[in-house]
């Protein structure tokens, strides 16, 4: 496999070499605090924070990569992308298990990765796919707009690019939608062998804590040196495989919680691990009464450096090197209530069947399907939900629901990203068939069709509550408070072509 190199990497992260050791004559003289010989001059403030010594950097790259050779995991898009010749074909898969590993874990990515490079294994044949397939394929991996970006972007490639994948971390993210600098930096790297870092949320634990970075690691200013020192760190000769490395160190080794300094490959060179050493010899040689030297755990820069904790929020001894990193407090979801209605019907084989409507094509969960729902005004009371609801559905069919047929099933919270969702789920079983508005995109499924339908999680959610109302209801000596209505009796048959009345389709409203 012949991988193309950018020497303008190389170039640049030699710069950061540079500019991280320019640093060097900031350094404040310290003296013993028992008034005997100078102590050793400490690193000089900034240059703590960065990788100054070729050496270190040399032997840091080299231990990475020899633990990741002995220890990384087995994964399908790693095969992929060493064993494919057609280059082409290895920026396509990097770039799907890229997009798919946004948000998500390994272990739920492998068997949806599996299943769309079996089903689309070129950027043409995805190009060629429908959206809806795309939807279906990707439902239950959430943040579904990615899907639907990367179809677009293939689409693109082979329409506008001749079928080739950009070379290069430059013009991946420039000429692909959807491709942002973290993307097209792993997939130049893994594909093509650009010596090009890489910036994710693993790699900014590692570097934070290799280096005591304790400012906001949110903070585009954080963000912009973190990007630097990847440049700057990322191994020449084997650039994909170093990315891939330090990703698989904080997703392995250096997790959030509890790492496993012990295991650490690289943690001689870990600034975090050394302080919290310094502390505990300190500790354990002032309890045996030892005289000791006062450990060097000053940040540096005295309150003024950019990349120290804040001085309101400074080392807390007991966190250890989970000290680092550390982030603005997060916004709080936004909460939202959204009214849902199971439709329910008996199918031509006796079994339900559940109406389904089509989202729009933009926005929030765009263009996957879910049972028909509206957006509640926060503080409603419930009288008032039951009767938007109904409106709601009324003038979706056409055809006049009473509020009090429709029987209250539970609350299903979703969190998304940036919404804390409130579903309020309410049921109404039909008698017979409705002729529902064909400009209206809706269609009615039965579980199993419910199932592989481009549905969210959200809406999978519902219909398990739906079901496990519905559970406590039948099963005898159990009954609910909130007892379902009899099943539709004499319903009309729901087999495909026949047609039932549009005014006998529901049944008389019972009390919730
Ligand atoms: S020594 Fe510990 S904190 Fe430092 S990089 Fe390794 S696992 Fe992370
Ligand atoms: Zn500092």
Redesign the pocket.
């Known amino acids: 496999m012949t991988r193309a190199r950018a020497g303008t990497a190389a170039a640049a992260a030699a710069g950061a070499l540079r500019r991280s050791g320019s640093s060097a004559g900031r350094g404040r003289k310290r003296t013993s605090p028992r008034g005997g010989a100078p102590a050793p001059t400490p690193a000089p403030?900034?240059a703590?924070?960065h990788f100054s010594d070729l050496a270190e950097v040399e032997a840091l790259r080299k231990n990475l990569l020899a633990w990741y050779d002995r220890c990384k995991r087995d994964l399908p898009w790693r095969a992929l992308a060493a064993t494919e010749p057609d280059a082409d074909r290895r920026g396509y898969a990097v770039w799907v298990s890229e997009i798919m590993l946004q948000q998500t874990q390994v272990a739920t990515v492998i068997d949806y990765y599996n299943r769309w490079m079996q089903k689309w294994p070129t950027l043409q044949a995805l190009a060629q796919a429908s959206l809806e397939e795309v939807n279906e394929l990707w439902a239950g991996l959430g943040y579904y707009s990615r899907g639907k970006r990367l179809q677009e972007a293939a689409r693109k490639v082979v329409s506008e690019l001749g079928g080739h994948m950009p070379r290069t971390a430059e013009a991946l993210q420039k000429l692909l939608p959807g491709v942002g600098r973290y993307t097209a930096g792993a997939i130049a790297s893994i594909s093509y062998g650009q010596a090009t870092g890489v910036v994710d949320g693993n790699v900014i634990r590692v570097l934070c804590r290799l280096r005591?970075i304790g400012a906001d690691s949110s903070s585009p200013a954080v963000i912009d040196r973190l990007w630097d020192m990847a440049n700057a760190l990322v191994d020449r000769s084997r650039p994909g495989d170093f990315n891939q490395a330090l990703m698989e160190l904080g997703a392995t080794v250096c997790v959030p919680k509890a790492p496993l300094c012990g295991e650490c490959p690289v943690k001689q060179h870990c600034r975090a691990r050394c302080r919290v050493e310094k502390e505990l010899a300190f500790a354990s040689q002032k309890l045996f009464g030892k005289p000791a030297p006062v450990p060097d755990v000053e940040?540096?820069?005295v309150g003024d450096?950019p990349?120290?904790p804040p001085a309101t929020e400074p080392w807390d001894s007991s966190l250890g090197v989970t000290n680092f990193p550390r982030k603005a407090a997060k916004k709080q979801p936004r909460a939202m209530r959204t009214a849902t209605c199971v439709l329910e019907r008996r199918g031509c084989r006796g079994g339900p069947e559940y109406l389904i409507v089509q989202r729009p094509s933009s926005g929030l969960l765009a263009g996957l399907w879910e049972f028909p729902s509206l957006q509640l005004a926060q503080d409603l009371q419930e009288k008032k939900e039951r009767e938007v609801l109904a409106d709601h559905l009324q003038a979706w069919m056409g055809q006049p629901v009473a509020a009090k047929g429709l029987r209250f099933i539970g609350e299903v919270i979703h969190i998304f990203s940036h919404i804390h969702q409130t579903y309020v789920v309410y049921s109404l079983p039909l008698d017979g068939d409705v002729t529902l508005d064909p400009a209206s995109p809706s269609r009615w499924v039965t579980e199993e069709e419910f199932h592989a339908s481009a549905v969210s999680t959200a809406m999978k959610k519902v219909l398990k509550a739906h079901e496990k109302q519905h559970r406590k209801e039948t099963s005898p000596g159990k009954g609910s408070k909130r007892k379902r209505g009899a099943k539709p009796q004499g319903a009309g048959s729901t087999c495909p072509g026949t047609q039932l009345s549009l005014h006998a389709f529901l049944r008389a409203p019972t009390a919730p």
């Open positions: 403030p900034l703590r924070h005591c940040n540096c820069g450096c990349l120290c």
